[in-house]
């Protein structure tokens, strides 16, 4: 009976050993930035020049991807391009395609998230067939969008017709 005893509380140990280092780990990882815990830290610090990028940036994509055109309804821009790729590969989803790069970027103008109200935003596409790339300018200020390419114009002519 005595070895069942010691087996039993060497188990017993073993637990609260394991139940201590996940304690641990999930403490040290934190339940994550909160919203709130966000804006204490930029109320009581300066932010650095990539997270102030960084919120410019999401700010401007945020804009362009919904935009709706100038009467604001319909279809979204990031819908219209999606509706493009639909007419320019038929039957594929090359969205899905293994070889397909795309993504979106934007950046300020002039070199300054802080000061500069225009931003250059884009689209690009890499596929099997083509590299293509649709690209606005946004006054931030007004919230309007500029065609800075032909491929940027012809979707902001769908979207404002």
């Not at 394991?18 to 966000?38: D, H, L, Q, R």
């Not at 590299?131 to 979207?159: A, Q, R």
Request: proline share 4%; glycine share 8%.
């Amino acid at each position: 009976m005595g070895k069942n005893k010691d087996a039993a509380i060497g188990f017993g140990v073993i637990i609260v050993i394991i139940v201590i280092v996940i304690g641990v780990v999930i403490w040290a990882m934190g339940p994550g930035e909160t919203e709130s815990a966000e804006q204490d830290r930029t109320d009581t610090q300066e932010l650095s020049y990539m997270e102030k990028f960084e919120i410019k940036e999401k700010e401007v994509l945020d804009l362009i991807k919904d935009y709706r055109g100038k009467d604001n309804s319909g279809l979204t821009l990031t819908e219209v391009i999606a509706m493009s790729m639909l007419v320019a590969y038929p039957g594929e989803d090359i969205i899905k395609n293994p070889s397909t790069v795309l993504g979106w970027s934007a950046l300020p103008v002039n070199g300054n998230p802080d000061a500069d109200t225009s931003w250059d935003a884009e689209f690009y596409l890499e596929t099997y067939r083509e590299t293509t790339s649709f690209e606005w300018t946004v006054d931030m200020e007004t919230k309007t969008i500029y065609p800075k390419n032909e491929n940027g114009k012809e979707i902001l002519d769908l979207l404002n017709d």
